[in-house]
Antibody, heavy 119, light 108 residues
Framework: QVQLVESGGGVVQPGGSLRLSCAAS????????MHWVRQAPGKGLEWVAF????????FYGDSVKGRFAISRDNSNNTLFLQMNSLRGEDTAVYYC????????????WGQGTLVTVSS | SSELTQDPAVSVALGQTVRITCQGD??????ASWYQQKPGQAPILVIY???SRPSGIPDRFSGSSSGITASLTITGAQAEDEADYYC???????????FGIGTKVTVL
């Protein structure tokens, strides 16, 4: 069965950096695109980034473009999100999600990891 | 980027039918997908494509679309269907995604 396990969340000061990881299993990781989606406390879902199955294309939401970088290691079935220049409004639970196919939609989600940006 | 509009909340009597709508220009081009999220849990995909359900999703959940409006219908709502429901679609560029604000469904 598909399993996605996020890690790397924690408390970071404004302006700081953090790297999230998402360990994937139960499917052929190298054959699927992957998303990051976040949810601020008490708020709705916000799409953050997408990477194609082979890493050839990456797309970002307007609020994180230029500060966040999505990447993947297909040999180790792991997805990453490098977050730089963090702001208070980046405080959220970050979910990784497998894509259904061709960048169409996130279909299976991990349980998320909490990032808190605070001094 | 595109926006998807949802009503913030809706209520339904136990066993009755409720329709949740999602509006956005990108829905002329792309189908919406629908996610159920219960407190403290990750979202779960319930409807995608024209009207497809992932394995394990009850058939009381169905989807439809017309013009710029996509709909999720729960026919015979159960207590366990009380949750937040989010629509999602690609934007007009096809490379980005956008979520609606979510609709809180209360089963009375």
């Amino acid at each position: 069965q598909v399993q996605l396990v996020e890690s790397g969340g924690g408390v970071v000061q404004p302006g700081g950096s953090l790297r999230l990881s998402c360990a994937a299993s139960g499917f052929t990781f190298s054959g699927y695109g992957m998303h990051w989606v976040r949810q601020a406390p008490g708020k709705g879902l916000e799409w953050v980034a997408f990477i194609r199955y082979d890493g050839s294309n990456k797309f970002y939401g307007d609020s994180v473009k230029g500060r966040f970088a999505i990447s993947r290691d297909n040999s180790n079935n792991t997805l990453f999100l490098q977050m730089n220049s963090l702001r208070g409004e980046d405080t959220a639970v970050y979910y990784c999600a497998k894509d259904y196919g061709s960048g169409s939609l996130p279909d299976f989600w991990g349980q998320g990891t909490l990032v808190t940006v605070s001094s | 980027s595109s926006e998807l509009t949802q009503d913030p909340a809706v209520s339904v009597a136990l066993g009755q039918t409720v329709r949740i709508t999602c509006q956005g220009d990108s829905l002329r081009i792309y189908y919406a997908s629908w996610y159920q999220q219960k407190p403290g849990q990750a979202p779960i995909l319930v409807i995608y494509g024209k009207n497809s359900r992932p394995s394990g999703i009850p058939d009381r959940f169905s989807g439809s679309s017309s013009g710029i409006t996509a709909s999720l219908t729960i026919t015979g709502a159960q207590a366990e269907d009380e949750a937040d429901y989010y629509c999602n679609s690609r934007d007009s560029s096809g490379n980005h995604h956008v979520f609606g604000i979510g609709t809180k469904v209360t089963v009375l």
